[in-house]
């Protein structure tokens, strides 16, 4: 979908999405439906993100302070990354779990979570700034697209698989990735001589197997949950990104339910996002054990390595940011990186 088109479909959504408010106000029928909380993603039952997602469910159906109905519907079971969002800004789906490329469409100051060898490579110290106030002034510009981004889940950092060892910047040029709808991602490989190839993540497998493609980037939780590893030799331990989830909900849903309902929801996400960093943590430690008894050489690189990768990736995708969003976009990038120079 050309961005034209695609912003012509948002501009249609907000249209409508104002049409469906309208209807709720004159209908109380139709606002009574606010009781119901559909948690949508596209990954499988098991996935940290949707057992993760399922414990927000559990909380909501207990809380006291609303009466809520909440169901998790997972692997697409309501639609794609771009159906979904939409589902949001119309109001006829309550909340998503999707990677925050997903919202650069309509939210190109979301496009900062796609930077490469941008983030902490720490853990703990990732963490930290993801629930900074630089973050969370990135996450409140989607609001005003009718999306409220509650949290980030952190669901891994990201490493290339290929058919050969990918190691040098010369290594990846006229390899074809996969990539996910985001100006940053297809700047990052255009930059490494890479040729993105933007498909639905369902159709990866397949195109990895028959050659379409040669080689993805995901957490290693990830590529063991969609067997990448079946199809692919090799394993590059770069953690050169993050494939973060936001957790995100319609904002006019969210706006019409009571305080207490909203403080018990955030409580919720919150308790979700630890959760979801348990549940990666154990997923990558069986994945990789499994993908090494599979075949797969795992390739670690040194910081000479992992430089001379940064040096080509993250420029490129800095400019592709500003050249997007402008003044807003820079304000965003200076403080969410003052707050990674922190000690």
């Known amino acids: 979908m050309t961005m034209l088109r695609y912003r012509a479909r948002i501009a249609l959504v907000a249209m409508l999405a104002t049409a469906g408010a309208l209807t709720a106000l004159f209908n109380p029928a139709a606002a009574s439906a606010a009781s119901m909380m559909k948690i949508a993603h596209v990954v499988p039952p098991g996935d940290p993100r949707d057992i993760a997602a399922n414990q927000v469910a559990d909380i909501m159906k207990q809380s006291t302070s609303c009466d809520m109905r909440a169901q998790v519907y997972p692997s697409g079971q309501l639609g794609g990354s771009t159906d979904l969002i939409e589902g949001m800004q119309l109001g006829t789906i309550e909340a998503v779990v999707l990677p925050g490329s997903f919202l650069v469409g309509f939210q190109p100051i979301m496009g900062l979570m796609d930077f490469p060898y941008f983030w902490p490579r720490d853990l703990d110290k990732l963490l930290k700034v993801q629930s900074s ?114 957790f995100m909900v319609s904002k006019r849903w969210y706006d019409g339910l009571s305080d207490d309902c909203q403080a018990d929801l955030t409580k919720a996400v919150e308790k979700g996002s630890k959760t979801v960093v348990e549940k990666t943590e154990e997923l990558e430690k069986t994945g990789l054990a499994s993908m090494k008894q599979a075949g797969v050489d795992v390739i670690d690189l040194d910081e000479d390595q992992i430089a001379a990768l940064r040096k080509d990736a993250l420029p490129a995708a800095k400019k592709a940011y500003l050249d997007e969003t402008g003044d807003q976009g820079q304000a965003v990038l200076s403080a969410v990186s003052a707050e990674i120079s922190r000690d």
């Open 133 to 246: 106030d630089a973050v969370r002034k990135m996450l409140d510009s989607t609001s005003e697209k009718g999306v409220y981004s509650m949290a980030i889940w952190h669901t891994g950092y990201k490493q290339w698989t290929a058919n050969k060892p990918l190691r040098t910047p010369a290594d990846y040029k006229g390899v074809r990735a996969r990539v996910m709808p985001s100006k940053i991602l297809v700047a990052q490989q255009k930059a490494l001589g890479m040729t993105p190839v933007t498909m639905p993540f369902p159709e990866t497998y397949n195109a990895l197997q028959s050659g379409a493609i040669s080689a993805q980037e995901n957490p290693i939780s990830t590529t063991y949950v969609m067997k990448f590893y079946e199809v692919q030799k090799d394993l590059m331990m770069t953690n050169h990104g993050n494939l973060d989830q936001v």
